[in-house]
Nanobody, 123 residues
Framework: QVQLVESGGGLVQAGGSLRLSCAAS????????MGWFRQAPGKEREFVAV????????NYADSVKGRFTISRDNAKNTVYLQMNSLKPEDTAVYYC????????????????WGQGTQVTVSS
């Protein structure tokens, strides 16, 4: 079982940037694909981005393509989400999760989850 802890959230103005981090415990981190999801109040949890275990393949939700970048450092057991050109509609709690493939995008396909970090974008 991998334990995940997200950090880096906060309050930012529209057009600004944030970098989220997700630190994982355990030696098996590098065997997992890693995903980022978000959940706004009153809405379902939605896919944001996913990266393969090697970092060689990534996929993004259409709503964040060209603005967000997912990356990972297996030596540090950490996955990142660089968020640029933020919009008010990006406001949500952001979660990282372990997966088995970088072609997955449904929350049910992901196993371990972090506690989330709040991102608030003001207009």
């Amino acid at each position: 079982q991998v334990q995940l802890v997200e950090s880096g959230g906060g309050l930012v103005q529209a057009g600004g940037s944030l970098r989220l981090s997700c630190a994982a415990s355990g030696r098996t981190f590098r065997t997992y694909a890693m995903g980022w999801f978000r959940q706004a109040p009153g809405k379902e949890r939605e896919f944001v981005a996913v990266i393969s275990w090697s970092g060689g393949n990534t996929n993004y939700a259409d709503s964040v393509k060209g603005r967000f970048t997912i990356s990972r450092d297996n030596a540090k057991n950490t996955v990142y989400l660089q968020m640029n050109s933020l919009k008010p509609e990006d406001t949500a709690v952001y979660y990282c999760a372990t997966g088995s493939s970088s072609y997955q995008s449904k929350p049910a396909d992901f196993g371990s989850w972090g506690q989330g970090t709040q991102v608030t974008v003001s207009s």
